[in-house]
């Protein structure tokens, strides 16, 4: 495998930071995680758009042009015989000392990792997923916005961890006033009466690209759609439920906190909205 470590492709054993590098002593950075359908890498410039949004954010320069990191991109998949796969670009901070000042790093780091990925077994895709709802709560968006794709994923570790240990792979998160946020990786909509509700970024969910695609989907399909606050009582007497996510996709829920979700089968305007995102997938990005 083949890395693109700051301005080379290296052999992924030669792939190596600096103990001092700011992304890794204190999460100081920000990343994208991006698929590739059939040689299309989807809506990579949105992507890259938010790298340099969450970039700017958090006072960190990058001194590559988006032009650049496309092609760096595209080429990573490329050398790696990718035709589907997943791609993780990372820039962090770069080296420094030990101090938490962003200003002893001079010159940030760049990485891209081209890769496959399968987050849920392919079986869950038609029977759909089990969820519960977990006491970590999301950081207040006073506190770090959640529209910064940061490297610093602690707090949707700690929520990852108590469903594993209780044999769930994915997890509900609610914000500091008790409503729903997002899951440990994945947006969340909720289909209610016809219409599909979804938390808003002010809730603490993250502004998914995934998700605004979604959004367009309701738009192509003429389903109303609304960026709500939820409870867990809107999610446990939904119709419908589905979570969506670069690495997950569109993926459909049947059952959470015990409760199922509507019939206890994926429905159909969930279905809908699974075949219009596919439809998407290779015609919308750049190609390689």
């Known amino acids: 495998m083949k890395i693109f470590l700051d301005g080379a492709f290296v052999d992924a054993a030669d792939a190596k930071i600096s103990v001092f590098d700011h992304g890794l002593l204190y999460g100081d950075g920000v990343f994208e995680g991006i698929r ?6 989807f809506r990579l410039d949105a992507h890259l758009e938010r790298l340099e949004y969450s970039a700017k954010a958090i006072a960190l320069k990058l001194p ?3 032009q650049q990191i496309s092609d760096w991109t595209c080429e990573a998949c490329r050398l790696n015989g990718l035709t589907d796969g997943y791609i993780r670009l990372v820039v962090t901070r770069g080296i420094g000392n030990l101090g938490l000042s962003p200003r002893k790093c001079p010159t940030p780091s760049i990485f891209i990792i081209a890769d496959k990925i399968a987050l849920y077994p392919p079986e869950l895709y038609s029977t759909g997923l089990e969820v ?3 006491p970590t709560r999301r950081v207040n968006p006073a506190a770090l916005s959640p529209a910064v794709k940061s490297l610093n994923y602690l707090n949707n570790i700690l929520a990852k961890i108590e469903a594993e240990n209780v044999g769930f792979q994915e997890a509900i998160m609610l914000n500091d006033q008790g409503y729903v946020s997002e899951c440990t ?8 009466k016809g219409e599909v509700l979804t938390p808003k970024v002010s809730s603490g969910a993250l502004k998914g690209i995934t998700r605004d695609t979604i959004l367009d989907v309701a738009r192509e399909l003429g389903v109303p759609m609304r960026e709500v606050d939820l409870t867990r009582y809107d999610v446990w007497i939904a119709d419908e439920l589905f979570l969506t996510g670069t690495a997950a996709e569109a993926i459909p829920v049947v059952k959470v906190d015990g409760r199922e979700i509507g019939t206890g089968k994926p429905g159909p305007v ?3 909205f699974i075949e219009a995102f596919r439809r998407r997938v290779s015609i919308e990005g750049t190609r390689i």
Do not use: C, H, M, P
């Open 185 to 192: 990786g994945d947006n969340i909509f909720v289909v209610f």
């Open 64 to 66: 590559w042009s988006r």
């Open 270 to 272: 969930t279905a809908r």
């Open 132 to 134: 519960i709802t977990v």
């Open 36 to 41: 590739l359908y059939s040689k299309n890498v």
